[in-house]
């Protein structure tokens, strides 16, 4: 008994520590990318995307802390540039997911019907289709830029809130406090607003995270492969795939920044989406 008592505070101990460390990590990309933005607005950074007539391939020193790349490009500016790129699109994209695959989730799973089996028949059909074929597909459709790529990485994303909104909405549905809201004449619009929205939005926060971690690694696959954003643009998936060619002939610190900065933030996210998943474990286990 006490041992069932324990488990949920060691579940919410654990929550915090994986959470603190989590949001930790990403607040130092949040900040680097601010630093950023600030130095190149005001003039006082030189642009990553230009040699500056740097020496091609020149080991990390006092001069380029990172080194430079194949065409004298610095890459620790490029690789902190890229943190905010990544965080503009990955960000812009999971939201985007949220607004469009919560409302739709909730009206499907209320309503019902021929839009219910509809919808989840297009749900489905998304959703079978790997995550990184689904992304390159809509990133060839759409062409390269930032706007685009979210667009393409939201596609993907809108499925997998469908299904769990859906799902909690299929199950508040049958609660007795909406059928009674119900008899007494509350409207649809009413009932989603009033009872569903705030039962089934519990659970955003960590799907939101974790698929924030995994549109970090889709959105670097599709600059390795050439559909990402444009070449002007700083973004790790396409250096990795121009430092493929130097890693072999002793060229290491091309690929090693930006993968690791790649790592870093996916890290970062998926110890908070961690941290979230064991707290609502835990406060649930807590609240039987």
């Not at 008592?5 to 654990?14: D, E, G, Q």
């Not at 909104?165 to 299929?170: A, D, G, K, S």
Request: glycine fraction near 10%.
């Amino acid at each position: 008994m006490d041992e069932l008592v324990r488990k949920p505070f060691r579940n919410l101990s654990l929550s915090s520590r994986l959470a603190r460390y989590g949001l930790f990590l990403l607040t130092i990309y949040i900040a680097a990318a601010l630093f950023m933005f600030c130095l190149s607005a005001m003039e006082m950074l030189p642009d990553g995307s230009s040699s500056l007539n740097n020496p091609i391939y020149s080991p990390p020193s006092l001069g380029h802390w990172c080194g430079t790349d194949r065409l004298g490009r610095d890459v620790c500016i490029r690789t902190l540039e890229g943190s905010g790129v990544a965080l503009q699109v990955v960000f812009l994209a999971v939201i985007l997911s949220v607004l469009i695959g919560v409302p739709l989730g909730m009206v499907s799973g209320y309503l019902g019907g021929l839009p219910d089996k509809f919808l989840v028949l297009t749900m489905e059909t998304l959703y079978t289709v790997p995550v990184l074929l689904l992304s390159v597909v809509m990133a060839f459709l759409l062409g390269r830029g930032i706007p685009n790529a979210a667009v393409a990485l939201c596609v993907v994303y809108i499925p997998q809130y469908f299904r769990v909104v859906r799902n909690q909405t299929l199950q508040v549905k049958a609660e007795l406090f909406v059928e009674a809201a119900r008899s007494l004449g509350a409207s649809p619009e009413w009932i989603i607003r009033k009872y569903l929205l705030r039962n089934v939005i519990t659970s955003i926060p960590v799907l939101l995270t974790m698929n924030a971690a995994d549109a970090v690694l889709v959105l670097g696959g599709l600059g390795f492969l050439g559909l990402g954003l444009p070449e002007s643009v700083p973004e790790w998936g396409s250096d990795l795939n121009m430092a493929l060619s130097a890693v072999p002939t002793g060229v290491w610190w091309t690929a090693l920044y930006p993968g690791l900065a790649m790592f870093g933030l996916v890290f970062g996210l998926s110890l908070l989406g961690e941290g979230l998943e064991l707290w609502t474990v835990g406060r649930d286990i807590k609240a039987k």
